[in-house]
Every structure is written in C-alpha cells, then in structure tokens.
C-alpha cells in the first residue's frame, strides 16, 4: 500500500493555490525557539517532524548536543511545539510547527499517534517568509528519523549521521537529500515520498541502507545511489507520473526487475531478458544492488557512474 | 507550579516582600547601590596588529563617558592607558590570547565588543590562575583593568549576596546585593510573563528560586546553588552547580567548563553561551523575537542590544512584502497561479480521460477501434451526424418531456448522450493517437514515443488533444503581453475540440456505438487496413452487422481488432459491386442516420 500521505498534503496544498500568494499578510510577529539538549546518557534516539510549510534543514550537530532544534515563526500564524520522552537510554523528540488562531481551514497532518493542525491558508505563501526549522542531530547517537513535511523546502544533509532508519515523506516541496560521508550504522529501512516535488538525492550508498523504498507522485526524480557500498541491499521504487533518473556505481552488481509495462526504460550497459535488466558483472560482484521498478507513465533513466 | 508562583508573585511577593523586607535587609555589598547597572558604552573601538613576536597588539577605547583607554601589548611589557600592568612571555598563551581576541574583536563595536571584553575578564582571570607565576599575574591584572574601564563589578566586590525572604517563605539569595527583592518584582513580573510561552516546560521552575542574579556576577567552581537561578540582567559567569532550572530574561549566561546545571536553562531573552565541557542535564530552550524579520540562517541566538531595533524591521519588511504583492513579482506569481491552474485542469482531464479510455480499450476495444476508423475515414460524415445529433438533441428531450409517459427515461437520454459524446471524443483521441503512430519521425525521441497498441493510441492522442489547453495555460506565464494569443489559442482549442468531440459523436450513432462498421475507401484502391492494429483480414464471418443494429454482442465477440479491418474489406467489397455513390452500408441505416456530406 503506498503512502498517500503526501499526495493528500500535495493535494491540500495546491488546493489552497500555492503560489498564488494573493492574500495580503497579517502582521507578522518573527520569533526564534531552540530546543536544545546534550547527549549525556542517551544511548538511542527517535526524531518525529512534522512541518507543514517553510524551509526545514537537517545537519548533523556540533558535538556536544543530542539535538539542537531552532525555529524560526511568525507568532501570529504559528506557534512550535515540542516534546520529549524518555524511556530508559531511549529518548524521543517531536517537533512541529502547528497554526493558532482563527484558522478557516486546518487541515490535520498525522504521524503515527500524533497530529498537528496546519490552515490551509499558511500554505499559501511559500519560502522563507513561513520561517524555517534547523534541526541538528548527534552524529554518534543512534537515530530513527521521520520527517513528514507538507510544502517545505526541504535540505537534508545527514552524511556522517548515526540513522538506524529514515523516513521522509514529503507533499510539494523541493527536497535535497545529501549523505556526503557514509552514515556511522547500517540503516535498515530508507523510506522516501514525494507527492508533487522536485526531489534530488545524492549519495544514497553512503546511508548504508538495506531496504530503499521510494514512492513519488508527480514531478522530476534524481536518485543517486553512489557512495561507499559495502553490503548488498533492495530497493523498491515506485514512481507516478514524471521523469526518473537513477545513478548507480559502476563497482556493484545491479539487477532491475521492471514490473509495469507502460513505461519506457532506458538502461544503457544493461543486458535485458524479459523484463529483467541486470550489469554484466551482477554474478561476479560482491555487493548487489537487487531494484523492483513500478512506474506508471514517464520515462525512467539508469544511469552507471 | 511556576505560573501559580508567578500569579501570586506581584502581589503575594511583592506584599510579603515588602513587608519583611525592611526587617531583613541583610549584608548589603560595599559597592553603592547607584552602581548597579551603570555600564558604560563602548563607542568607538580600534585594533593595532603588528607582526612579529615583540609587535604592538594594542585596543584602543572611547567610551560614552569621554573617556579614552588603550590597552597595548608591546615589547614584552603590558600597559594599560600607559601605564604598566606586567610583562609576557614573547609568542607565550597570553600573547597568543590576546591577539587572537583582537583578531576576533577587529571591526566589532559597542554592545558585541563589550561582551567580548567582558568574556575576555573571565578568560584572564582563570588563565590567570592557570599560569601562575609572573605571566599569571600580569593576566589577572590585565583583567581587573578592563573590567574597571568597563565599569564592571570586579568578582572580588561583587561575590557578597544578600540572603532575604521570599514569597512563600523560602529563603533566597540577590546577586549583587544591595538590591531589595521588592526593587525585583517588576523584573520578575516580565520573567513570568516570558516563561508562559515556554509552555510547560517552566513548569516548578520558579518555586525553587534560590538565587536571583540582576548584574554582573560569578558562580565559581565548587559553588553550589541549591535550587533555581534567575538571570534578570548582567553577566552571569556560571562555573559551579546547579541543582535546579536556570531563567534567563535578559544578560548574558556564560556556562563556563565544568558548569552543571541539573535542570534545564530557560532562556527568553539575553544570550546564552555554552562552554564544551559545561554539563546541562536537562534542555536548552529559549524563545524570543528575532532579531530581523526574515528567516534567514541566523544561528546566534541575539542579544538585547541586537534585538532592540526589531520592531520597526518588521514593520518594513511587512511593507516590502505588501508592496511586492501588488507590484511586479505579485503578478508573477498571480500567473504562475493561473498557469498551474489551468495546467492541473488539463492534467486532471487528462488522468480521467485516460482511465476511462484504458477501461475502454480493455472491455471494448473492437468497437472503439470501429469508431475510431469510422471518425478517421468518414470524418465529414461523422460529423455532419454528430451535428445532426446534437442539434436535434434538445427537441427530443422536448418530446421526452412533453409525452409524460416517457419520463422515466429522460434521465437515461442525457446520461446516454453525454456517455456518447465522451466515448466519441475517447475514439477520436484513439483516432489521433494512431495518426501519430503511423507517422515517422526524425527525432530518435519521437519515435521512442510511438508505440503500436491500443492503449498507446488512446493515451498519446488524448496528449495530442489535450496539448492545446496545456499551452494555453503554460501562455498565462507570459502574462499581458499574450493575452491576445492565449485568447486565441484557448478560443481554437475549444472550436477544435467540439469539432472533434461532434464528430466523435457522429461516428457513435453511426456505428450504433461501434457494433457496425460504415467506413468507406474514398479512395478506391482496395482496403484500408491499418498497418498497426493487429491485423489478420481474415474474410472471416465477422462481418459488418447485417440488420441494423442488432448485431451488438457480435463484434465483441470478434477476435481483438481483426474486427473493424475486416469490415473494412468487406466494406470495399460492397462499394465496389453496388457502385452506386450511395453509401454502402449493409444494415441499411434509419434516413436520419444518413445526412452526408
């Protein structure tokens, strides 16, 4: 079952138009919230972020933080939130930015067990005047990240980071996924959406992962699967309507299984049988790299580096 | 807890306060109490960095109260306004210290350079005592200097605090003291009213005050404070313990190495430094305004001096914003808007035409290919049915209407014709999508684009249907200046397409949707086949409906396409023998269903 969540938000927001910003502003009232702890006795680590429109960027922290989460919000639309828990050596963080006051058309954007109200109208107006999120993680500590945002701009740089998994579903947003050193534990799931968006990941080897999942909607794709490769891994992706680029090293063994027919592929330095594309050296390399490619139309591209 | 504290703090505290107070005032500091606060500004600063071990690294000062002061590094010797203060070692910690705060310091000015200097105090004294020895010495002189040129409290004077009673009873400390706990309570007022935003995470923080810092002051190592520490004002040099939270309304927190704090440090408003190994147990959470209205990177929580001027910054930015609006980059996106728009309308046409349309083709191919031939071939006659249809659709809902007997299938006609029309329209799309096929192209990408199914056919042509509103809608982009062309562009794409759509129609009722073939070579030379349907003209029986109409479930039962192709060479047969220029078709249509062209 794919995650609708993000088309709902893509929907939500273009339903509320966007990018026409017509509406003129109320009186904006800037503040900044930090939210910051040091990682004294926290062995693990689980961040929930829910941000229904601004800029969210994730870096890892400067030492000695757990994380260090800053928002910056306008106080007479949006107020921060957050909470933590803490289980033994486990800790849990959320984060979000909800709407206050008169809203005329909230919306609910839900996380698991929790849920934030955004209006409809604050999605309107797009970019740095809806404020921001930096979130900073502990790069030793072992986390399980999961970014739900709505029409954010999303930059996540997370080379270096400890993630044990990462989620990140995303409604219309431009999102930049960077992993520029590989991440410190092996990740067991790497689930991404894209509704609407323009999504470019970068050294995706480098997360470690054993499962790639990615579910995309609408919009230009760029995965980029280089970086160091040191064990075998699956990927699942599953792609609407637009253009797929995927990049993969040259070094590991790729074999991609085309499961829908109505999509053209073009795998250059592929051998095909049936709908089956694998590299010549996929019997022969030590790290395989096995793809389950579902599109419905546009075109897919795979790309070896 | 804390805001129940904080409700009953003006005038519990200030009550109970007052009342004890007089009673209790206690070891108040020598300083005097018209000291408290008085900083004086910086108002101009200068750094001389000259190279070389022995070089001149000099600060030179004017302050608010005219006076000037410069503090030079030079020939192994320290002086202070000229006069000398102790030597150092040439290319020595202290030295390197020194130059390296000038080198920060270069191009600050008043409230961030005086919090520099103010940092610079703490940092000497405690190399100081890391020295030791002459160089040690000459540090802490160096310290106490500037912190008397800055008017500042020197730790020596300001470490007396006077214990009182606070509300509630519970004993609590003002650092300086010098200072009634009544002469606080405003401050205190403004500290609550603060922490409310912070939600529950103040919560029983003010309870345990047990330590209220309004200037200058320092906690060293070893201190213990036994319960809260409120920051109202000044710089608080923390590098002992503390058991509970610690408030920050205003000032500058310096948590030095080796600071503990067991709680969490509140902050709303002041700055708040961390040192590396300084220990905080629970959370670092502050909230203020920013300090400029745009979301900008801005890491460095601001400092008061910094956020002084945020107001009016966000006024005008508003104003930026409000005029933008209504001027150019306003339009641009009002067009952008319309574009999207209209865009998503094509896209959404587009996906439920499309579904429809694979539907069809999966559950009744055959006869959407007869339409789809039948629109292609006899395309003025489709049409010219189409317009028949369509003209005489009103009067015979009239007559659906007027016979009052046939009501009940008033509701059946509209959704029959409407269904006709979107089948239709689907053929014609299907029509143009194997045009498209059949053409070759010179562009690789093109002809990557053909493909030779149905399913292809339909969805490639209602792209080619669909382009015209696309474009239409991309036009928005261009704003005024193309308003005359979307204008035309949307007026022939709407002409064009209810051209196609009556035609599409027409070749509906003509076929009886698509269980009988009418197409007729114009041309003469033989059969038309499709070279791209799956074509084997089989002279099987599948021929064209024989009596009018009621051949329905025979084509579909007809093997995939061969249906229509065959049709057609059996159509040409006819032709061929009856020659007559009268059309052709076997089941001997209605008279109405043959307004040719």
């Known amino acids: ?305 | 807890m804390m805001s129940s504290f904080f409700r009953r703090a003006p005038l519990a505290a200030a009550c109970t306060a007052l009342a004890v107070l007089p009673a209790t005032r206690v070891a108040v500091g020598q300083q005097a109490a018209q000291e408290a606060g008085a900083q004086i500004r910086i108002e101009r600063s200068a750094v001389t960095l000259s190279s070389g071990d022995g070089g001149r690294a000099a600060l030179e000062l004017g302050l608010a109260d005219d006076s000037e002061h410069v503090i030079a590094f030079a020939d192994g010797a320290i002086s202070l306004d000229g006069d000398r203060l102790g030597g150092y070692e040439p290319g020595g910690t202290l030295v390197t210290a020194w130059r390296a705060f000038l080198r920060d310091q270069a191009g600050a000015e008043g409230a961030p350079l005086r919090r520099g200097l103010e940092e610079l105090v703490g940092t000497l004294e405690s190399l100081g005592r890391e020295l030791g020895g002459a160089e040690g010495e000459s540090s802490r002189a160096l310290g106490l200097g500037i912190a008397g040129i800055l008017g500042m409290r020197q730790t020596a004077a300001v470490e007396e605090t006077a214990e009182v009673e606070g509300p509630g009873g519970a004993r609590l400390s003002i650092a300086p003291g010098g200072v009634r706990f009544d002469e606080l309570v405003g401050q205190l007022d403004r500290l609550r009213d603060a922490m409310a935003r912070l939600g529950g995470a103040a919560d029983g923080s003010a309870d345990r005050l047990a330590l209220i810092v309004h200037d200058d002051f320092s906690v060293d190592a070893g201190d213990v404070i036994g319960g809260n520490l409120a920051l109202l004002d000044g710089t608080l040099r923390l590098a002992g313990q503390v058991a509970g939270d610690v408030l920050v309304l205003d000032g500058h927190l310096l948590l030095a190495d080796g600071a503990r704090v067991e709680g969490d440090v509140l902050q709303v408003g002041g700055d708040v430094d961390v040192a590396e190994t300084a220990l905080v147990t629970g959370e670092i959470l502050s909230d203020f305004p920013s300090p400029s209205a745009t979301a900008t990177t801005g890491r460095a929580p601001p400092s008061a001096a910094e956020r002084a001027p945020a107001p009016p910054s966000v006024e005008r930015v508003r104003e930026t914003w409000e005029s933008r609006e209504r001027g150019f980059f306003g339009r641009i996106a009002h067009n952008f808007g319309h574009a999207t728009e209209e865009l998503l309308g094509a896209l959404g046409a587009f996906i439920i035409l499309g579904v429809l349309g694979l539907l069809l083709v999966y559950f009744a191919r055959a006869r959407l290919e007869t339409v789809a031939d039948t629109v292609r071939h006899e395309f003025a006659r489709s049409f010219a049915m189409g317009l028949a249809g369509e003209v005489l659709f009103f009067p015979a809902l009239l007559i659906l209407a007027v016979l009052v007997i046939t009501w009940p299938i008033v509701p059946f006609f509209v959704l029959a014709t409407g269904l006709a029309m979107v089948v239709g329209y689907l053929a014609v799309a299907h029509g143009a999508g194997e045009m498209f096929a059949q053409r070759r192209y010179r562009y690789e990408w093109l002809e990557r684009l053909r493909r030779s199914n149905s399913y292809y056919y339909v969805l490639s042509g209602l792209v080619l249907l669909l382009l015209p509103f696309a474009a239409t809608a991309i036009l928005w982009i261009g704003g005024g200046t193309v308003d005359f062309f979307r204008g035309l562009l949307a007026f022939v794409a709407c002409v064009a397409t209810w051209i196609l759509m009556t035609a599409g129609f027409g070749a509906v009722l003509l076929t009886r949707v698509g269980s009988r073939s009418v197409v007729v070579d114009w041309r003469g030379d033989g059969p038309t086949l499709d070279p791209l349907v799956d074509v084997e003209p089989s002279a099987g029986p599948a021929g064209p409906a024989a009596s009018g109409g009621a051949g329905a479930g025979d084509r579909d039962a007809a093997p995939s396409a061969a249906g229509p192709a065959a049709a057609d060479v059996e159509d040409a047969a006819d032709r061929d023998r009856e020659d007559t220029g009268r059309s052709p078709e076997v089941g001997g249509p209605d008279e109405e269903e043959r307004p040719h062209a």
């Open chain 1, 1 to 305: 079952m794919p995650d609708l969540r993000p088309l709902a938000l893509a929907g939500a927001a273009l339903l509320a138009g966007l990018p026409t910003a017509s509406a003129p502003l109320a009186a904006q009232e800037w503040r900044d919230f930090r939210a910051a702890r040091q990682a004294a006795e926290t062995e693990s680590l689980e961040v929930e972020l829910i941000y229904g429109a601004g800029r969210l960027q994730v870096t890892p922290s400067e030492m000695p933080f757990l994380y260090d989460a800053r928002v910056r919000y306008d106080a007479s639309r949006f107020r921060p939130l957050r909470a933590w828990t803490r289980e033994g050596d486990r800790g849990r963080l959320r984060v979000a930015v909800t709407s206050v006051g008169e809203t005329d058309g909230p919306a609910t954007i839900r996380l698991d067990d929790w849920s934030v109200d955004v209006d409809l109208d604050d999605l309107r107006r797009r970019g740095d005047e809806l404020g921001r999120i930096d979130l900073a993680l502990h790069p030793g500590v072992p986390t399980d990240l999961k970014l739900l945002v709505g029409a954010a701009t999303a930059d996540l740089d997370l080379g270096g980071l400890s993630l044990r998994s990462l989620e990140f579903a995303t409604g219309a947003s431009e999102t930049d996924i960077t992993f520029d050193a590989p991440n410190r534990v092996r990740m067991e799931r790497l689930s991404l959406t894209a509704g609407a968006a323009e999504f470019e990941a970068h050294s995706l080897g480098n997360a470690r992962f054993d499962r790639l999942e990615f579910d995309g909607a609408i919009g230009d794709v760029l995965l980029d699967l280089s970086g160091q490769w040191d064990e075998s891994a699956t990927a699942a992706i599953r792609m609407g309507i637009g253009e797929l680029t995927i990049r993969v090293p040259r070094d590991i063994g790729v074999r991609i299984e085309r499961r829908s027919v109505l999509i053209s592929l073009d795998a250059p330095g592929f051998e095909k049988t049936d709908s089956v594309y694998v590299t010549s050296n996929w019997d022969t390399a030590e790290v395989r790299l096995e793809i389950e490619l579902k599109a419905a139309f546009g075109s897919v591209e795979v790309e070896r580096l």
